[in-house]
């Protein structure tokens, strides 16, 4: 299984980005999506949770900037991620709960993340 983060770059105060995250492998189910951040110096943090079906859940420092949605068709999560500051600055990794078979418990997976960058 593998999680492919994309879409980060660098981008003004005030800016917007996209990323992107594609689970691909042998999957049987995915239960939860969401996305982590980690800037340098300090922890890796929670950004924002989708679980399949549900209610998203959101870190209080991104609320009603930044969107995550998912195509469960394509495996797929997003992080729309608008009025971004300086304090987004991070690598963004994407993370997945999901089952392999049907057999199998589910397990989390993580993406080799994607840096975002935040000019002032």
């Known amino acids: 299984v593998q999680l492919q983060a994309s879409g980060g770059g660098l981008v003004q105060t005030g800016g917007s980005l996209k990323l992107s995250c594609a689970a691909s492998?042998?999957?049987?189910?995915?239960?939860?999506m969401g996305w982590y951040r980690q800037a340098p110096g300090r922890q890796r943090e929670f950004v924002a949770r989708i679980p399949r079906a549900g209610n998203t859940g959101y870190a209080d420092s991104v609320k009603g900037r930044f969107t995550i949605s998912r195509d469960n068709a394509k495996n797929t999560v997003y992080l729309q991620m608008n009025s971004l500051k300086p304090e987004d600055a991070a690598v963004y990794y994407c993370t997945a709960v999901l089952r392999t078979t049907v057999w199998e418990p589910s397990s989390d997976y993580w993406g080799q993340g994607t840096q975002v960058t935040v000019s002032s």
């Open positions: 492998g042998s999957i049987f189910s995915i239960d939860a």
